[in-house]
């Protein structure tokens, strides 16, 4: 079986992921709270492949999501994954709105991206709520998207997908607290299912990374998302 892309270091010491992987007892717990939110099995499920992406200290191939993101989240804690995870909802939320004010679907394609534009504002109104119980939420950006026509914003909607739930991945070995990290992979699971969605409707492969789906890196997120900000 292909081994799992693993940061070498694994979830950063003290970090929620950290006592999950150290912890039977926590991971019950975890996956009790969890499973009202999503499902016993889909917790179960996302909380393997969490611990799969951020890794043990194996020396295998490697990923730099898990240390950029620990960097640049040190000095805000969870506070600033929380609001890097906002912002990236902000910007899915404005596309899919920007999407429905077009005519280039029509039917089930339609109502499914509305319904997936309706998710997105969800998770929205939940990470804004938790951001203010954490001190300052992110600003909502403004923002543009190139909509060109079907075919071009299908394939556009899908790799913003994907790259939402590595964005989610690369994040999750930095979040301190379990609620957050419950969230966040919540928030997760719904953003791998679209992008499957998406994958599937654009001819692209459903698993693209094969059994275990990669991190990205903060830094890379926000640089990848840079061309969708106004300025």
């Given amino acids: 079986m292909?081994?799992?892309?693993?940061?070498?270091a694994g979830p950063e010491s003290g970090s929620a992921l950290?006592?999950?992987?150290?912890d039977p007892l926590a991971r019950r717990k975890f996956l009790t709270m969890s499973g009202k939110t999503i499902g016993g099995a889909a917790a179960a499920s996302s909380l393997g492949l969490?611990?799969?992406a951020c890794?043990?200290?194996?020396k295998t191939a490697t990923t730099t999501a898990m240390t950029t993101t620990e960097k640049m989240a040190a000095d805000g804690g969870d506070l600033a994954i929380v609001n890097y995870a906002?912002?990236?909802e902000y910007i899915e939320t404005d596309f899919y709105n920007a999407v429905l004010d077009t005519d280039f679907f029509k039917g089930s394609t339609l109502s499914t991206l509305k319904s997936f534009g309706e998710q997105e504002q969800s998770h929205v109104d939940a990470l804004l709520k938790v951001a203010k119980s954490l001190?300052?939420?992110?600003?909502?950006?403004?923002?543009?998207?190139?909509?060109k026509?079907?075919?071009q914003v299908a394939e556009l909607a899908a790799t913003v997908e994907n790259l939402g739930a590595s964005a989610y991945l690369g994040a999750a070995g930095s979040i301190k607290s379990m609620e957050i990290l419950a969230a966040a992979l919540a928030i997760h699971s719904i953003e791998a299912r679209h992008a499957a969605v998406l994958n599937s409707l654009t001819g692209q492969a459903t698993s693209p990374d094969g059994a275990f789906a990669k991190p990205t890196a903060m830094s890379d997120v926000l640089t990848a998302v840079q061309p969708f900000l106004a300025a």
């Fill in 55 to 58: 890794g043990d200290d194996k």
């Fill in 2 to 8: 292909t081994e799992p892309v693993r940061h070498p």
């Fill in 135 to 147: 001190g300052t939420p992110a600003e909502k950006p403004q923002t543009t998207f190139p909509l």
């Fill in 50 to 52: 969490f611990l799969a």
């Fill in 149 to 151: 026509d079907a075919k």
């Fill in 18 to 22: 950290d006592e999950l992987a150290r």
């Fill in 86 to 88: 906002l912002t990236l």
